[in-house]
Each structure stands twice: as C-alpha cells, then as structure tokens.
C-alpha cells in the first residue's frame, strides 16, 4: 500500500505559475509510472501528465509547453510546475502512481484555482 500526499495548490492569476508536489509514503521502487491528473467541476477525471520510471513523460495536448512533470525517486516525491495558467486549468489536481501489477493509487487531490 503507499499513501500519497498533494501539496501545493491554491489560488492563482491567468498567466501565472504554480508548484503541485506529490509526496509518497513508501519507496517508489515498485511504481513503474506517476501521473497527475485532474478533474474540473462537471467534468470527467484527465490525465495531465506522466512520467516513467526511466524518466520518460509524455503530456496531454492541453498542457504540453506550459507543464513540466518531475520526479525524484530518491525523495519519493513526483512535482508538477506549472506556468501560464490559464481559467480552463482550474480543478482538483491528483497524484497518481501505478505498479507493474497494475495496482494503482491516489492522493485526495489538491484545488488549484486559476481565476483574477
């Protein structure tokens, strides 16, 4: 089992940058892929980015150019940076970490609020 915590959201200005970590309980040595994903109000749950184990990410079209996912396996921890935020990336930010068995978990999600 691994717990997952998400720091970082809040409120923020269009055009402005914000930090979401994603901080693991136990080692990341059997976690084969992290994603955070998020889900706006009346909305389904999206992926917004992915980051393998050999350090691989890919992101969705809507974020790509703006966000940057990272991770440091040593610290258990998984960041995302994200810059020129913009209304549409208002929601409930989630960490998310899958194993090689296909055993996934969450964080409870972190609001990030992108509004002047």
């Known amino acids: 089992q691994v717990t997952l915590e998400e720091t970082g959201g809040g409120l923020v200005q269009p ?5 979401l970590s994603c901080i693991a309980s136990r080692s990341l040595s059997m976690i084969t892929v992290m994603a955070w994903y998020r889900q706006a109000p ?5 992926l917004v980015a992915r980051i393998q184990s050999d350090g ?5 079209d809507s974020v790509r150019g703006r966000f940057t ?3 440091n396996r040593a610290e258990k921890s998984m960041h995302l940076q994200m810059n020129n935020l913009k209304p549409e990336d208002t929601a409930v930010y ?6 090689l068995t296909g055993d996934e978990y969450w964080g409870q999600g972190t609001q990030v609020t992108v509004s002047s």
């Open 56 to 60: 691989s990410t890919d992101y969705s």
């Open 42 to 46: 009346g909305k389904q749950r999206e």
């Open 69 to 71: 996912i990272s991770q």
């Open 94 to 99: 989630y960490c998310n970490a899958r194993r």
């Open 15 to 19: 055009g402005g940058s914000r930090g």
